[in-house]
């Protein structure tokens, strides 16, 4: 049975490829064409299901379709950008523009740092049914991008008990102790339970 990763965005494939190894394949190398899947759910949750459910009915039973849906809440901004983290700055929206549109409405607020999280939704879909794990990473976002490494959010982003953004921190730190890599802790036993009942 082999394992594909439901996502277009290559940040997300590189953390997964690191945490995974080989035991993964992108779904643009198993499909030919990738389609165009609408996220219109109102949790991560049910957006992650979405993607990886959207996968797996054009891929069938021998495979197991793994789709991530995260992103960044800041409470004082009522946990915005939150579900609509992809497309704060519009529809379409690069990670560029949607960093630059936080760091302006924290600029325009006169915030230069607030506590914010991330989440991430983990949705698992093979012929045995639909599983969904969370993992959250707590910190502060500041009003200035620092550094380049990681994706999205994260040259603002400060994780609790750091003082460099994750645009600074080697990404082994964030390999360590991301929402991403909690939630793929979980979906770990849960990929080697469907993978055995599955049978091979
Ligand atoms: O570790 C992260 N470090 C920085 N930023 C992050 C992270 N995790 C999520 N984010 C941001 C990026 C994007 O603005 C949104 C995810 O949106 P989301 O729809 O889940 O992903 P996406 O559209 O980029 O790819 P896809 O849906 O094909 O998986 O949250
Ligand atoms: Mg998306």
Do not use: C
């Not at 993607?51 to 009522?78: E, M, R, T």
């Amino acid at each position: 049975m082999q394992w594909v990763l439901a996502t277009g965005n290559r940040g997300k494939l590189r953390e997964f490829r690191e945490a995974f190894g080989k035991e993964i394949l992108g779904m643009d190398e198993v499909l030919d064409s990738v389609p165009e899947i609408v996220e219109d759910a109102d949790t991560f949750a049910g957006n992650a299901l979405i993607k990886a459910k959207a996968i797996y009915d054009l891929l069938g039973p021998d495979y197991l379709v793994i789709s991530d849906d995260s992103g960044i809440s800041v409470p004082v901004l009522g946990g915005a950008p939150g579900i609509y983290s992809a497309r704060y700055a519009g529809e379409g929206a690069t990670d560029r523009e949607n960093l630059q549109k936080l760091i302006e409405v924290l600029k325009e607020r006169g915030i230069q740092q607030t506590p914010a999280y991330y989440t991430a939704a983990l949705a698992i879909v093979g012929a045995l049914g639909e599983y969904v794990v969370h993992g959250w990473m707590h910190g502060k976002v500041i009003d200035e991008a620092r550094g380049d490494k990681g994706f999205g959010y994260d040259p603002i982003f400060i994780p609790e008990g750091y003082d460099r953004t994750l645009g600074e921190l080697d990404e082994s730190v964030k390999a360590g102790i991301s929402h991403r890599a909690k939630a793929i802790t979980l979906a770990r036993p849960v990929l080697e339970l469907l993978q055995r009942r599955g049978g091979e």
